[in-house]
C-alpha cells in the first residue's frame, strides 16, 4: 500500500512538473496572430476576421505587428529583402505564381517546411510549403521584418531567462491545390 501511495504522489509531481514547463515559453507574437486566424474563411479581396484572401491575410498579420504592407501578392513581392529559398526563416513571405501568368499568391513561411495562408479552398490553414503543388508554383520570398523585428515577433521567449528559443509550432496540414 505504500508503494501505491508513493508511486501515485510521484507520478503526480511529475505530471505538475511536467505541465508547468509549457508555461515556461511565452508563444512568438507571430505565431499567437497566425494561430488566433486559423480556421477564417476565404473571401476575395477580404481583409478582415470576416474573411481573408490571401494578400489580406499576410497584410492583416503583420498590421497586427505594426508592420504596413502592400494590399496585393505583386505589389508585397516587391518590399523587403530577397531571399534565397535555402534561407528561408520564420516569417519571411513565400510567393507563387498559382495563375499561370505571374504572381497570385502569398504566404507567411512558419519553418519546418510550413507556410500559413489564405486558401480559397480551405480559409486560413497551415500548408506544406514542400508539397509539389507549392514546389511547382514557388516563384520568389522577400524578407520584410529587421532583425530586431524578427527576434521581437517570430521567436519565442523564455520567461526565465529572456533567451530566444526561435520556436514557432504549427499543426500541418498539407494542400495539394490552390486557385
Given at each position: 500500500?505504500i508503494?501505491v ?24 507574437p ?10 477564417t474563411?476565404y473571401k476575395?479581396?477580404?481583409?478582415t ?13 503583420f ?7 502592400p494590399r ?12 534565397d529559398?535555402k534561407?528561408l ?8 505564381n498559382?495563375n499561370g ?10 519553418g ?23 514546389v511547382?508554383?514557388?516563384v ?11 527576434t521581437?515577433?517570430?521567436t ?12 514557432i509550432?504549427h499543426?500541418?496540414e498539407?494542400e495539394?491545390?490552390?486557385?
Amino acid at each position: 500500500m505504500i508503494l501505491v501511495r508513493r508511486a501515485a504522489v510521484m507520478l503526480l509531481g511529475l505530471t505538475l512538473f511536467f505541465a508547468s514547463i509549457g508555461s515556461v515559453l511565452a508563444d512568438a507574437p507571430l505565431n499567437e496572430t497566425i494561430d488566433d486566424l486559423l480556421g477564417t474563411k476565404y473571401k476575395y479581396g477580404g481583409t478582415t476576421e470576416k474573411g481573408f484572401d490571401c494578400s489580406g491575410f499576410t497584410g492583416y498579420v503583420f498590421a497586427k505587428l505594426g508592420v504596413k504592407l502592400p494590399r496585393t501578392s505583386r505589389s508585397q513581392a516587391t518590399i523587403g529583402t530577397k531571399v534565397d529559398k535555402k534561407d528561408l526563416i520564420k516569417g519571411d513571405l513565400v510567393f507563387f505564381n498559382t495563375n499561370g501568368k505571374n504572381i497570385s499568391h502569398v504566404g507567411i513561411y512558419l519553418g519546418d517546411g510550413k507556410m500559413a495562408h489564405s486558401s480559397s479552398k480551405h480559409g486560413t490553414t497551415i500548408a506544406n510549403f514542400n508539397d509539389k503543388y507549392y514546389v511547382n508554383r514557388y516563384v520568389t520570398a522577400r524578407r520584410v521584418l529587421s532583425e530586431d523585428q524578427f527576434t521581437k515577433f517570430a521567436t519565442e521567449i523564455d520567461k526565465t531567462s529572456g533567451a530566444s528559443t526561435e520556436t514557432i509550432t504549427h499543426t500541418e496540414e498539407s494542400e495539394s491545390e490552390e486557385e
